[in-house]
Structures are given as structure tokens and as C-alpha cells.
């Protein structure tokens, strides 16, 4: 006896969903927003200079947040310092033998100089991985 392989009923619609790709889709956007989102935030409120077009940017390994808020206060991921305190605490990373990424991030409104000097203190301690924040157009 020769087995059959073709359906009875051709033009009946099929009742089923196939939700196995839905799924799939649904837990790599999960993944995707529960590595990106630590990332977005960002604790002290700074206006940020704008950039007329984004670079390409790598990838980030580690790096360490320095901001400076209008008022010109330092801050050292989101804790305030002095200006003496962050020159310490640079001292502390020029020790390790693979320092992270410094991200300077400071005000649209604050004196340029305030900038340099941050940058100053990073360069007199041979740091050279540094980052300046800005926020794209």
C-alpha cells in the first residue's frame, strides 16, 4: 500500500501561528535593552556642547565618568570632589597597569578653561585614553 503525502483539503486556511520566531525576536530585544540601558544613564545633570555629526565610535571597554556641572563643581562618577581629591584619585588610576577610559563630560556654559585643566591633570599623569562628551544634533 503507497502512502499519501498531499492534503486532503488544499484550499483550507491554516488555524495555526507559528510563534517560535516571535518569541526568538521578543527575548533578543530583551538582551539588546538590558545591556544598553545601564549604559544611557547618566547621574549628573550636564549640559552637554553639540556635535554636528556623530563619528563612529568604539567600542567602550571600561571608563570612568568626570563631569563638571555649570556651577564648576567636579564630579567623579557621581560623587562631588575637590579639585585636589580628583587630582588623587588620577594619581590612583595612572597606577593601574591598564587604566579605563576617562569621559569628560562638562557644561555647554562653563568656561573653557575649567576643561583644560581637567585635561591638564590627566595629561602630567601620562593618562591617554579620554573622552569628550558631547550630545549630537
Do not use: C
Not at 535593552?33 to 544613564?41: A, K, R, V, Y
Not at 568604539?58 to 562631588?80: A, H, M, N, P, T
Not at 573653557?112 to 601620562?126: A, F, L, P
Amino acid at each position: 500500500m503507497a502512502r499519501k503525502f498531499h492534503r486532503k483539503d488544499r484550499l483550507s486556511a491554516l488555524t495555526e501561528i507559528n510563534v517560535t520566531p516571535l518569541i526568538d525576536l521578543a527575548f533578543a530585544l530583551l538582551i539588546i535593552f538590558m545591556i544598553t540601558t545601564p549604559l544611557l544613564e547618566q547621574t549628573i545633570e550636564v549640559n552637554l556642547p553639540v556635535e554636528a555629526a556623530k563619528s563612529q565610535a568604539k567600542e567602550r571597554e571600561d571608563f570612568q565618568s568626570v563631569s563638571i556641572d555649570k556651577s564648576g563643581l567636579y564630579y567623579w562618577g557621581d560623587q562631588q570632589v575637590s579639585e585636589q581629591q580628583l587630582a588623587d584619585l588620577l594619581d590612583t588610576m595612572a597606577m593601574d597597569p591598564a587604566p579605563p577610559v576617562l569621559s569628560i563630560r562638562a557644561d555647554a556654559q562653563l568656561p573653557y578653561q575649567k576643561v583644560i585643566t581637567v585635561v591638564d591633570m590627566i595629561k602630567q599623569r601620562k593618562l591617554s585614553k579620554i573622552s569628550l562628551d558631547t550630545k549630537v544634533e
